[in-house]
C-alpha cells in the first residue's frame, strides 16, 4: 500500500489518504449544513489535489486507515441525518449558490469520486496477481 506507482508517484495509501480528504470536508459541510472547510477549494483542482497530496505525504498507513475508519461512517451517519429534501435545494446549506444542487456536490466528492482511482488500484491488483 505504501508503494509508489498506483497514480504517477501516488500510492494506494496516497489514493485513499485522497479520497478520504474529500470525504471529511463533505462531513464538515454537512454537519454545519454549510458550505465551508478548506482554503483549498479555492484553488484550481489540479493545486487542490496537490495541497492536498503534500499534506497527506506524511501520514503514516496506520494513520491513514485510522482516518478512514472513522470519516466513512461519520459521512453515512451525517446523510443518514440530512433531509432528504436538502439534496436538491442549496439554501439547506448556508453560501452555497443558488444554482448548485447539495446532491452534486455531496457526490462529486464521494461515490463519483471512486471510480477516478479504483480502476488504477485494480490495474495495480491485477498485474501483481499475473504470473
Do not use: C
Not at 446549506?93 to 471510480?115: G, K, L, Q
Amino acid at each position: 500500500m505504501p508503494e509508489p506507482g498506483v497514480e504517477g508517484d501516488w500510492s494506494t495509501k496516497d489514493v485513499l489518504a485522497h479520497v478520504t480528504w474529500y470525504e471529511r470536508e463533505m462531513v464538515g459541510m454537512l454537519k454545519s449544513r454549510a458550505l465551508v472547510g478548506s482554503d483549498w477549494w479555492a484553488l484550481p483542482l489540479e493545486d487542490r489535489n496537490a495541497a492536498v497530496h503534500d499534506e497527506i505525504m506524511g501520514m503514516s498507513l496506520e494513520e491513514v486507515r485510522a482516518e478512514v475508519a472513522w470519516v466513512f461512517p461519520a459521512l453515512v451517519e451525517q446523510l443518514e441525518l440530512l433531509p432528504e429534501e436538502a439534496l436538491g435545494d442549496p439554501s439547506h446549506f448556508e453560501h452555497m449558490p443558488a444554482e448548485w444542487a447539495p446532491s452534486d456536490v455531496i457526490s462529486s466528492n464521494t461515490y463519483r469520486h471512486y471510480p477516478e482511482h479504483t480502476e488504477s488500484i485494480r490495474r495495480l491488483l491485477e498485474q501483481d496477481s499475473s504470473p
